[in-house]
């Protein structure tokens, strides 16, 4: 019996959310309503599924880490990289894929491996979503100082096997400079304008991301406290209260009225 082409382009039905963790049944439940929550508690999110329900607008990008030979000698870049390994039946081939999913303020890294390129896809997308983590931004640069998330707040380093990065705060406009590959996490995190410095095997895609991933985990160790120079209502309920005179000013003037009326005595004794 043939099969009919249409059917290539149908989508799996989509089958019903059952949570197995109990962090899942909270959010299916509605007690856990945001994902700010999740991080400010410290759980552990194991279901993809708990990122989908919080975050439904994430954007999902692949980072090329494989490759091909070229017919110049150069090398063609793949979304996937597959190798091989020789068995007593024959050759073994393993797909390898990386993932980046997030959106503004947030970001997530996944990698996996499967036998056929959309299924090692598809799982890098769910460990994405696994690990996703907090992105701080703002506006570090002293050329700026406008006050917008463009940037990061501070000049930041992350670490990954050989490669170091460093990020640096740009003023606005500068736009990002950094690999091209690695624009893909900042523009899903929402950094506009970046200086970076690197050392190492940059070659190595998923190492740099990796480093880039590491780095804005360093920001949300460190507490950063912005102020826009706006008081709060409680300091301006203080600046209102009227500043009583101090004690020691009060006592200085009795001691001057004192000494002024012993001059006075003296000076009426030597008259007479």
Same mark, same amino acid.
């Given at each position: 019996?043939?099969?009919? %082409?249409?059917?290539?382009? @149908?989508?799996?039905?989509?089958?019903?959310?059952?949570?197995?963790?109990?962090?899942?049944?909270?959010?299916?439940?509605?007690?856990?309503?945001?994902?700010?929550? $999740?991080?400010?508690?410290?759980?552990?999110?194991?279901?993809?599924? !708990? *990122?989908?329900?919080?975050?439904?607008?994430?954007?999902?990008?692949?980072?090329?880490? +494989?490759?091909?030979?070229? &017919?110049?000698?150069?090398? #063609?870049?793949?979304? /996937? @990289?597959?190798? *091989? @390994?020789?068995?007593?039946? +024959?050759?073994?081939?393993?797909?390898?894929?990386?993932?980046? *999913?997030? =959106?503004?303020?947030?970001?997530?890294?996944? #990698?996996? /491996?499967?036998?056929?390129?959309?299924?090692?896809?598809?799982?890098?997308?769910?460990?994405?979503?696994?690990?996703?983590?907090?992105?701080? =931004?703002?506006?570090?640069?002293?050329?700026? +100082?406008?006050?917008?998330?463009?940037?990061?707040?501070? #000049?930041?380093?992350? #670490?990954?096997?050989? *490669?170091?990065?460093?990020?640096?705060?740009?003023?606005?406009? !500068?736009?990002?400079?950094?690999?091209?590959?690695?624009?893909?996490?900042?523009? $899903?995190? +929402?950094? &506009?304008?970046?200086?970076?410095?690197?050392?190492?095997?940059? @070659?190595?895609?998923?190492?740099?991301?990796?480093?880039?991933?590491?780095?804005?985990?360093? /920001?949300?160790?460190?507490?950063?406290?912005? %102020?826009?120079?706006?008081?709060? &209502?409680?300091?301006? &309920?203080?600046?209102?209260?009227?500043?009583?005179?101090?004690?020691?000013?009060? !006592?200085?003037?009795?001691?001057?009225?004192?000494?002024?009326?012993? /001059?006075?005595?003296?000076?009426?004794?030597?008259?007479?």
């Amino acid at each position: 019996m043939e099969r009919d %082409h249409r059917d290539r382009g @149908r989508r799996a039905p989509q089958v019903e959310w059952i949570p197995r963790t109990e962090l899942g049944k909270k959010v299916a439940a509605g007690e856990v309503t945001s994902i700010d929550d $999740i991080f400010a508690n410290g759980w552990k999110i194991k279901e993809s599924q !708990i *990122v989908d329900r919080l975050l439904p607008d994430l954007r999902s990008e692949i980072i090329f880490m +494989g490759g091909s030979p070229g &017919k110049g000698g150069g090398i #063609k870049r793949t979304p /996937t @990289r597959r190798t *091989v @390994r020789m068995h007593s039946s +024959g050759r073994r081939y393993k797909i390898s894929a990386c993932a980046i *999913v997030g =959106r503004p303020g947030y970001i997530g890294l996944g #990698k996996a /491996t499967a036998k056929e390129h959309d299924v090692a896809i598809n799982k890098a997308i769910n460990f994405a979503k696994l690990s996703l983590i907090k992105v701080k =931004r703002g506006c570090g640069s002293w050329q700026c +100082g406008c006050g917008e998330n463009h940037s990061v707040p501070i #000049k930041i380093i992350g #670490k990954e096997g050989s *490669v170091k990065v460093t990020l640096i705060p740009a003023p606005k406009g !500068i736009g990002l400079a950094i690999g091209e590959e690695e624009k893909k996490l900042m523009r $899903i995190a +929402g950094v &506009k304008d970046i200086w970076s410095k690197t050392q190492g095997d940059t @070659r190595r895609r998923l190492n740099y991301a990796k480093a880039i991933i590491n780095a804005f985990k360093n /920001t949300n160790k460190i507490r950063i406290d912005l %102020h826009e120079g706006k008081l709060s &209502k409680e300091e301006e &309920k203080v600046e209102e209260i009227p500043v009583e005179p101090a004690k020691e000013e009060v !006592i200085e003037e009795e001691v001057v009225q004192e000494t002024e009326a012993e /001059t006075t005595e003296e000076t009426s004794e030597e008259k007479s």
